[in-house]
Nanobody
Framework: QVHLVESGGGLVRPGGSLRLSCEIS????????IGWVRQAPGGGREGVAC????????YYPPSVKGRFTTSTDNAKNTVYLDLNSLEPKDTAVYFC??????????????WGQGTQVTVSS
């Protein structure tokens, strides 16, 4: 059973930064990617980053590319999401998910509990 626990959310001013962490346990050979998905109040889900565990390849949508960076620390079984130049529109609950590919991350059965990020002055 794959288990994920996020941490690091909080309140930050526009232009500020946060680092989110996703600690993973119970990973299997099918756990090939870790992705980050956010959901804003009243909005749908949006994938914001994904990383291939095997080679560290990363993927970002245009809305966050250049501002968000995901990375892994395999020794700590942790994936990070660095959020920079934050804007109020980045306000959402951020979830990490473990899956087989970045393309079908939404279908993953393994999700963390989510961490709230609020960008406000």
């Amino acid at each position: 059973q794959v288990h994920l626990v996020e941490s690091g959310g909080g309140l930050v001013r526009p232009g500020g930064s946060l680092r989110l962490s996703c600690e993973i346990s119970g990973a299997t050979s099918d756990t090939r990617v870790i992705g980050w998905v956010r959901q804003a109040p009243g909005g749908g889900r949006e994938g914001v980053a994904c990383i291939q565990i095997s080679d560290g390849s990363t993927y970002y949508p245009p809305s966050v590319k250049g501002r968000f960076t995901t990375s892994t620390d395999n020794a700590k079984n942790t994936v990070y999401l660095d959020l920079n130049s934050l804007e109020p529109k980045d306000t959402a609950v951020y979830f990490c998910a473990a899956g087989y590919s970045c393309g079908n991350l939404y279908e993953s059965e393994y999700w963390g509990q989510g961490t709230q990020v609020t960008v406000s002055s």
